[in-house]
């Protein structure tokens, strides 16, 4: 019988040396890479098949209503069987909770084979639908992993450095979906679908491969013990309350994402072709592995003089990489972001609640100007909003699983669940734009992120005086 390791609280709290999981760590993060790089392909899909299928804004959307409802179905699965049986990945581990969730996606990927052949839009749905199942199981299996692979005060850390891993997956693969889709694939005279025949047989080996690497890797078996039967995740406020945040964060995420290409093909904006749109989608994107990155070092435990040193350095490295890479009027363009970005954290205090008030809020900001104003303001407004949706998803994860101890697996079910939020805004905007201006349909975020600010400034502090 297969035994585990102590979780690092508990060994923390017994005076014995606390191991060491830098290398299962690092393993951890090629699988956010993988599938942080993967999920942005979606923002691609939609214009493309919007174009290839001549949909509406309301049915292109779909795209993400198949793929992130995949993740409502799939944790909801996953909640029941825990609730009545008791936690599956206390009984499987959370290694081959990860092989399952990869050959899961790996079989989704690999649909979109026939689904280009036949020409058909659902059946490119119902592709995504399985690829988001396998991602659900990933995201329960990898999230709580991360945050109990050393101690509780510095799970966000952890989970914002993962998340940035994620992020330069989210960075670069807008560039070379782009690339790949619109134009090395683009066979004049062919649908416009048959384009994303090979890069998701790619997915579909790449994902395999990966499987096969994590199933005979050794990870530990660290754990908070198995949970019984029942439904005690749900007795804590602060984790109901932070369900509808991650709903709102990943709604109001896709949501921009989503539309951007779109908005910066506005003649009132931008005027930009598909292609180029792209390329600022991987910078708003990239603005995400940027403040990532930030949010790893702010809420770490590095002595405070190196953090400040390092929490400076991440920007201007980064602008001067934005600078050697694209035209240097983009970098200076950029730089007031990335300055308002760095003040955030300081203001933040490497408080995780404070820092992801201060920065939903600044979204909120963004998003009302991006309304309000037009051509290249509203353009770098949308794309600036990258930065401080960064930390969205790390610090509320952190957040509301905080101090459940053996309920983290049913409560990161739970939050999954809630990722359905990337399933229903989005179709929402896409609505709203059909009926109004895509620019005003940007409401539908402004809104998601001002719940985010909320949760982050009040929420996620409900009940927790009256369970400590």
């Avoid at 951890?28 to 214009?47: K, Q, R, S, Y």
């Avoid at 964060?249 to 779109?262: A, F, H, N, P, R």
Wanted: aromatic share 14%.
């Amino acid at each position: 019988m297969a035994t585990s390791l102590p979780s690092p609280t508990a060994s923390a709290s017994a005076g014995t040396e606390r191991p060491n999981y830098r290398g299962p760590f690092a393993i951890m993060t090629v699988l956010f890479f993988a599938w942080g790089f993967m999920t942005v392909f979606n923002d691609v899909l939609i214009p493309r098949f919007k174009t290839a299928f001549e949909l509406d804004y309301f049915r292109a959307m779909l795209v993400q209503f198949a793929f992130f409802g995949a993740y409502f179905v799939g944790s909801l699965i996953y909640f029941v069987v825990s609730a009545t049986r008791g936690d599956p990945i206390a009984r499987l581990g959370y290694k081959n909770g990860v092989v399952i969730g990869l050959l899961i996606s790996a079989a989704g990927a690999g649909l979109f084979w026939f689904a280009a052949n036949a020409l058909s839009y659902p059946l490119f749905l119902g592709a995504l639908f399985i690829v988001g199942l396998g991602f659900a199981m990933l995201q329960i299996a990898a999230n709580p992993y991360v945050t109990i692979l050393g101690p509780e005060r510095t799970a966000s850390s952890r989970l914002n450095l993962a998340q940035a891993f994620n992020s330069l997956g989210t960075a670069t693969g807008p560039v070379l979906g782009g690339w790949l889709i619109f134009e090395y694939f683009a066979r004049s005279g062919a649908h416009g679908a048959e384009s994303v025949k090979i890069p998701y047989l790619v997915f579909c080996g790449v994902f395999v491969l990966l499987a096969a690497i994590f199933f005979f890797v050794r990870l530990p078996q660290v754990g908070e013990g198995k949970i019984e039967p029942g439904f005690a995740a749900l007795r804590h406020p602060h984790l109901v309350l932070g369900m509808l945040a991650i709903f709102m964060y990943v709604g109001g995420e896709v949501s921009v994402g989503s539309s951007m290409i779109s908005f910066l093909g506005q003649p009132s904006v931008a005027g930009l072709s598909e292609m180029e749109a792209s390329h600022y989608v991987s910078l708003f994107w990239g603005g995400m592995l940027i403040g990532r990155f930030m949010g790893a070092i702010e809420l770490s435990e590095l002595a405070a003089g190196a953090k400040q040193i390092a929490l400076a350095a991440v920007p201007v490295v980064a602008l001067v990489m934005l600078a050697a890479l694209r035209p240097w009027g983009e970098a200076v363009l950029y730089a007031p972001f990335l300055a308002l970005c760095w003040l955030g954290f300081l203001v933040g205090r490497g408080n995780a609640a404070r820092t992801l008030m201060i920065f939903s809020l600044a979204v909120t900001a963004l998003l009302a100007v991006a309304i309000g104003a037009g051509g290249k303001l509203a353009m770098w407004c949308l794309i600036g909003a990258g930065l401080f949706t960064s930390i969205g998803w790390s610090n509320t994860f952190a957040l509301a699983i905080d101090g459940l101890g053996i309920y983290k697996s049913q409560a990161s079910s739970l939050l999954v669940m809630a990722i359905v939020g990337g399933a229903l805004l989005p179709p929402l905007q896409g609505w709203l734009a059909d009926r109004i201006t895509l620019q005003d349909s940007f409401v539908v975020p402004l809104v998601a992120y001002a719940y985010v600010a909320f949760y982050g400034a009040k929420g996620c502090r409900v009940g927790r005086r009256a369970e400590a």
